[in-house]
């Protein structure tokens, strides 16, 4: 039973490019998070997805950055003409059901820097 | 406001001694605790997880403990070993209203030979 993917594990971009990451979450689990981390700073929640469904995003900068989770495929969490400030590492998180009762079980993450 | 803070911020003990980190939250109605391990470069991994009715959870040298009448949260680890250098997070899940719990900044150990 694999756990979460994340794919690329590091990405290098320019400044102005784009940047998709990818989350594969646990089999069976149809809730992804996710967190960026900043060098030396903790875990901060971005967005919160079910399958086709956008739950809560209220940590999502309101421009340049997106999140999907469609029905079929992974979750994709979408940076547009990237700065150096999104230089970050990027988690995903998914869990069985909804609520805080639940485990989450976060990937291996996404290390962007952005040149 | 839900909070968690973590003490100390960061920690260097010598391999085979033991240490205890502290959560301290305000999160309210409370649900659940959980402690975090994140190796360098990697997702944090579950080490614990307390609900309201338990006041101790052990996995293997890492031992959770949780007083919920003072909202206060430790994780004593034993013996400890090279691996344990890591960042140790602490997160609390409230019930209701956001499906998001609150995470602390996290403890960094190392551990010296």
């Known amino acids: 039973n694999a756990g979460v993917m994340q794919n690329p594990r590091h990405l290098v971009r320019r400044r102005g490019q784009e940047a998709r990451l990818r989350c594969s979450p646990m089999?069976?689990?149809?809730?992804v998070y996710w967190y960026r981390q900043l060098p030396e700073e903790g875990l901060k929640f971005m967005v919160y997805l079910q399958k086709e469904n956008i739950i809560d995003e209220s940590g999502m900068p309101k421009e340049r950055f997106s999140a999907e989770f469609p029905k079929e495929g992974p979750s994709i969490l979408r940076i547009q003409q990237v700065v150096r400030g999104d230089s970050a590492a990027y988690f995903c998180a998914s869990s069985p059901g909804q609520g805080q009762s639940y485990e989450q079980y976060f990937g291996p993450g996404t290390r962007l820097t952005v040149t | 406001k839900n909070q968690v803070e973590q003490s100390p911020q960061s920690l260097i003990i010598l391999e085979g001694k033991n240490c205890t980190l502290q959560?301290?939250?305000?999160?309210?109605?409370?649900?659940?605790l959980r402690w975090y391990k994140q190796d360098t470069g990697r997702g944090p991994v579950s080490l614990t997880i307390?609900?309201?009715?338990?006041n101790t959870k052990s996995n293997g040298r890492y031992t959770a403990t949780l007083d919920a009448d003072t909202k206060q949260s430790s994780l004593h680890i034993t013996a400890s070993q090279l691996s344990d250098s890591a960042s140790y997070i602490c997160?609390?899940?409230?019930?209701?209203?956001?499906?998001?719990?609150?995470f602390g900044r996290g403890t960094s150990l190392i551990v010296h030979p």
């Open positions: 997160v609390v899940g409230s019930l209701g209203g956001s499906y998001i719990p609150t």
């Open positions: 307390m609900t309201f009715s338990e």
């Open positions: 089999k069976g689990h149809s809730h």
């Open positions: 959560c301290n939250y305000t999160v309210s109605p409370f649900s659940n």
